[in-house]
């Protein structure tokens, strides 16, 4: 099981800071670092504990050009908010500057009033995504398509292109991960967050286990036969924030993650404590993942 850590950036962040922070991740052994995507959310939204961001692009730029081997996660973009092909080439240039170190996890999108400052039509979200993801996955060929023989170039590192995870709870997201996607990134959430979330509830283990079952069925009834990853979230993870993380409560949790199927397990650290934390990620919980 492969760790994938949210670098804690806000608009106070630093060049030097994200060096430092992907360094660090680096260098514990783990896998990935993981940026969001919000790029014009509201006011009251983030008084309500939305958390501020950097562009996805830059950030994990700037990542990879202060790293070697590190993996550069979007987690999650939302593909609807951004014209098709300027993603297509956004992302292969990334992926081949960096070395084939992209993992593009790809969401619907929840929060209607950002799609209504980008112009986007919140309704159409999900077809938007699946619209997005085609153009992508055709673009990243590195061939001629459509009646302008339009190219995109360069070609991604990675072949035929960067890992995409798509998230969300429902079976819709499910199916998207079959149909697109080397990868599910579900998340915890209760039922009372469903209103927000715009996703189902999934908040037991034994759940998300039977979730993670018929994706794999799902792809076996596809005739897929590789490996669809699971990125799951621990929420033990939490107590980060408030001081309280234990590494026993931690360790319980990954064991019954990866029981159920999680392959990657998704870490949010806060900039306070970020060394210790992963020193203690790493240190404490390699052995068991």
């Known amino acids: 099981m492969r760790v994938s850590v949210g670098l804690p950036v806000d608009d106070a962040t630093t060049a030097a800071d994200l060096a430092r922070w992907s360094q660090t991740v680096e260098r514990a052994g783990l896998h990935a670092v993981f940026v969001t995507d919000h790029p014009a959310p509201t006011a009251s939204w983030l008084r309500r504990g939305g958390h501020p961001t950097l562009d996805p692009f830059v950030a994990l730029s700037f990542a990879a ?69 085609t153009a992508m996955i055709t673009a990243w060929t590195g061939e001629p398509f459509g009646d302008d023989d339009t190219v995109i170039l360069p070609r991604p590192a990675q072949r035929p292109h960067p890992a995409i ?46 979730r993670i079952s018929r994706l794999h069925d799902m792809a076996h009834d596809a005739g897929r036969t590789d490996r669809l990853d699971v990125a799951v979230i621990p929420q033990s993870l939490s107590g980060f924030s408030h001081g309280s993380w234990q590494v026993d409560t931690l360790r319980d949790e990954i064991g019954s993650l990866r029981a159920a199927g999680g392959t990657v397990l998704v870490a949010n650290v806060p900039a306070s404590g970020f060394d210790e934390a992963i020193a203690m990620l790493a240190e404490e919980t390699v052995d068991t993942i």
């Not at 993992?103 to 919140?122: K, P, Q, T």
Request: aromatic residues 6%.
């Open 165 to 210: 995870w798509i998230g969300g709870n429902s079976l819709a997201a499910m199916r998207r991960t079959v149909a697109f996607g080397q990868g599910w990134s579900p998340m915890p959430s209760t039922a009372a967050a469903r209103s927000v979330l715009g996703t189902p509830p999934l908040d037991d283990v034994a759940e998300l286990g039977r």
């Open 65 to 133: 050009a202060t790293t070697t081997s590190i993996a550069l996660h979007f987690n999650l973009l939302v593909a609807a908010y951004r014209q098709p092909l300027i993603a297509a080439k956004a992302i292969a240039s990334l992926d081949s500057l960096s070395g084939a170190r992209v993992i593009v996890g790809v969401g619907v999108g929840y929060l209607e009033a950002e799609f209504a400052a980008l112009g986007v039509s919140y309704r159409d979200r999900a077809a938007l995504t699946d619209v997005t993801l």
